[in-house]
């Protein structure tokens, strides 16, 4: 079997074609969807995933601001931004990338930003109502692998997912939004004993392990769904995935390629996530 490919940046594209749309709706009644985007220090890859953000932004009409800070500031004085977009009524989403610098505590600030504006879906208050069903800001990322499944009829319901890696914004995320699915969930990761046997039980194998092709065809089911969530930098400065993606995808059904996979969808879903804070402030 050779996998289709589940190609992100085409359901992207057509993703936001349908949100451009759903914008000018919106403007029209005088709702002006905006994103606020805290960059701390200048790290390449966060300076890139927000210049990416900014153009997708920009490509489906909603406005968006990026407050620079240096590597220095201090978490107190990134906390009193936080809260100034809190407050700041034109703002309906507020994004801090991630990773930050060591001497600020992560977790605080994720806490400060206020659950109506959390368009990364990684307050408490909405992990919370992901874990209870209820309607909520879904993490990115599990949100637009999901959207792919759907996007091409892929069952769930009954189905063994495996999801390698438990990390708050990808691995557990993406576990209980399949156990809503009625997918039966495994969660494995770096303590886990016996990967490969665990892996080829998986009709959907979702890897988010940030280890350059650690998954090769020998985990892979015959008839699988791979969704390779990877992001690794080689040598040669190009991307590529957890997945090895020759061998994966001879055994796949489906496979999501890296780049043009889960990478575009990651920010399409922050941008329906911040349509979605708009229309829910606009009610308040
Ligand atoms: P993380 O480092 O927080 O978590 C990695 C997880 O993998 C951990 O739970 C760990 O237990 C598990 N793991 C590591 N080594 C393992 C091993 N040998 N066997 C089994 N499990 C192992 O990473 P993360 O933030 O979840 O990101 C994972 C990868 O996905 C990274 O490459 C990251 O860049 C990428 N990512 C991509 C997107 C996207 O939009 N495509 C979004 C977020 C993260």
Do not use: W
Request: charge should be negative; proline fraction near 5%; hydrophobic fraction near 40%.
């Amino acid at each position: 079997m050779t996998a289709e490919l589940l190609n992100g940046r085409d359901l992207s594209d057509q993703l936001k074609a349908e949100m451009k749309q759903e914008v000018d709706v919106l403007k029209q009644e005088n709702i002006h969807p905006h994103l606020t985007v805290i960059l701390v220090g200048d790290d390449p890859a966060s300076k890139s995933y927000v210049k990416g953000k900014e153009k997708a932004c920009a490509v489906t009409g909603i406005s968006s601001d990026l407050i620079e800070l240096p590597g220095s500031v201090s978490e107190q004085e990134l906390l009193n931004v936080i809260d100034e977009q809190n407050n700041a009524e034109h703002v309906h989403g507020i994004l801090v990338q991630l990773p930050l610098p060591d001497h600020i505590d992560e977790q605080k600030v994720i806490h400060a930003i206020s659950p109506l504006k959390d368009v990364d879906g990684f307050h408490p208050i909405n992990i919370g109502k992901l874990v209870n069903g209820e309607d909520t800001f879904l993490p990115c990322t599990p949100f637009g692998i999901q959207t792919m499944l759907e996007s091409k009829n892929i069952e769930i319901e009954g189905k063994h997912a495996v999801i390698i890696g438990r990390s708050n914004i990808v691995g557990k995320p993406m576990g209980l939004l399949l156990l809503q699915k009625n997918a039966t969930v495994t969660y494995c990761h770096s303590r886990t004993e016996n990967l490969r046997e665990i892996a080829l039980e998986a009709d959907i194998l979702v890897v988010a392990m940030g280890r350059k092709h650690a998954i090769d065809g020998s985990y892979v089911k015959e008839g699988a769904v791979v969704i390779d969530v990877g992001i690794n930098r080689q040598e040669n400065g190009k991307l590529t995935g957890d997945v090895e993606f020759e061998s994966a995808k001879e055994k796949a059904s489906y496979i999501t390629p890296v780049p043009r996979g889960v990478g575009p969808m990651t920010i399409t879903m922050l941008l329906k996530n911040t349509i979605k804070a708009a229309k829910g402030l606009a009610k308040k």
